[in-house]
T-cell receptor, first 111, second 113 residues
Framework: DAGITQSPRYKITETGRQVTLMCHQTWSHSYMFWYRQDLGHGLRLIYYSAAADITDKGEVPDGYVVSRSKTENFPLTLESATRSQTSVYFC??????????FGNGTRLTVT | AQKITQTQPGMFVQEKEAVTLDCTYDTSDQSYGLFWYKQPSSGEMIFLIYQGSYDEQNATEGRYSLNFQKARKSANLVISASQLGDSAMYFCAMPTGFQKLVFGTGTRLLVSP
């Protein structure tokens, strides 16, 4: 089925560990995004990508790394997880003429 | 930079009544758009409706409509004939370059029987 898939749906990790959140889309959208959602802040942009091998920082990039070697994949890595990175993470994609399409989110807890 | 403000943290409405969720925005762009998304308790983000700044008429999608007042920089979402399934978080958003969207903090709507 066409769509955008995030994995895992839930993740618990310890402070200091590296963790990677996966995102895969089947629409061949050029643009992909990572947002985090926290109470009182709405959704804040972490990183985005305009095409394969083109990425840029969003509003809250510190502590995160992204890559985009293929158009359909956009993994997000927390290099050394901190408790402040406990959040719900959404991957999204779009083209110029489409609304933003979201994955179902990954709920990450850092203990 | 573009900014979205949603001043209503929570709203209550009775089933079958209409409700308006407020959204104001700030932008210096002449051409822009406004999006509304719904997030039910299950967590997914669902696109509801879009309004372009040069659209001559207010956008409508079923029971959803946008009360777009350009001079006031407001793009309020109107839900007519509320249903229990409308209980959710609602987010207003607008593009801010490179196809990114900036979001408001959201309004939680509770529909009571």
């Amino acid at each position: 089925d066409a769509g955008i898939t995030q994995s895992p749906r839930y993740k618990i990790t310890e402070t200091g560990r590296q963790v990677t959140l996966m995102c895969h889309q089947t629409w061949s959208h050029s643009y992909m995004f990572w947002y985090r959602q926290d109470l009182g802040h709405g959704l804040r942009l972490i990183y985005y990508s305009a095409a394969a091998d083109i990425t840029d920082k969003g509003e809250v990039p510190d502590g995160y790394v992204v890559s985009r070697s293929k158009t359909e994949n956009f993994p997000l890595t927390l290099e050394s997880a901190t408790r402040s990175q406990t959040s719900v993470y959404f991957c999204a994609s779009r083209d110029s003429d489409s609304p933003l399409h979201f994955g179902n989110g990954t709920r990450l807890t850092v203990t | 930079a573009q900014k979205i403000t949603q001043t209503q943290p929570g709203m209550f409405v009775q089933e079958k009544e209409a409700v308006t969720l407020d959204c104001t925005y700030d932008t210096s762009d002449q051409s822009y758009g406004l999006f509304w998304y719904k997030q039910p308790s299950s967590g997914e983000m669902i696109f509801l409706i879009y309004q372009g700044s040069y659209d001559e008429q207010n956008a409508t999608e079923g029971r959803y409509s946008l009360n777009f007042q350009k001079a006031r920089k407001s793009a309020n979402l109107v839900i007519s004939a509320s249903q229990l399934g409308d209980s959710a978080m609602y987010f207003c958003a607008m593009p801010t370059g490179f196809q990114k969207l900036v979001f408001g903090t959201g309004t939680r709507l509770l529909v009571s029987p």
